[in-house]
């Protein structure tokens, strides 16, 4: 969680920095990134960069969505892994067994008073 927050600390001082630049500069900048930096600056980034970043352990990395309450982010996850996310399977946390992945994560939402996320799962849920 420490690294989280502080990769989430750096991003947002490294957005702020380039804000501040000319906008021709910031294309230059930009290219020096890493892809795995990059896809967290914006939407389109995230399009382009997303699928090309393995997270380990993966179940962290959505953990993190809920707790950061990143709306965003668990939409496009929920529509790439609908399918898989609906499917029969038996998680275990901290005494509460959940069928399906889509049920831990609406855990998980209640447990960090996540409620945009808690919404998009109860929308979801119900479509």
Do not use: A
Request: aromatic content about 16%; charged content about 25%; some cysteine.
């Amino acid at each position: 969680m420490l690294h989280t927050i502080l990769y989430d600390t750096l991003h947002d001082k490294i957005q702020k920095e380039i804000s501040y630049l000319p906008k021709d500069i910031h294309g230059n900048i930009i290219q020096y990134i890493p892809y795995h930096t990059k896809y967290c600056l914006n939407k389109t980034y995230f399009h382009i960069f997303h699928k090309s970043i393995t997270f380990s352990p993966y179940e962290g990395y959505v953990r993190n969505i809920i707790y950061t309450n990143s709306t965003f982010v668990l939409k496009e996850l929920l529509l790439s892994n609908c399918n898989k996310w609906k499917e029969k399977n038996k998680y275990l946390y901290k005494k509460v067994r959940c069928d399906t992945f889509i049920s831990l994560l609406n855990t998980w939402s209640i447990e960090y008073r996540s409620n945009d996320c808690k919404n998009l799962l109860d929308e979801f849920i119900g479509s």
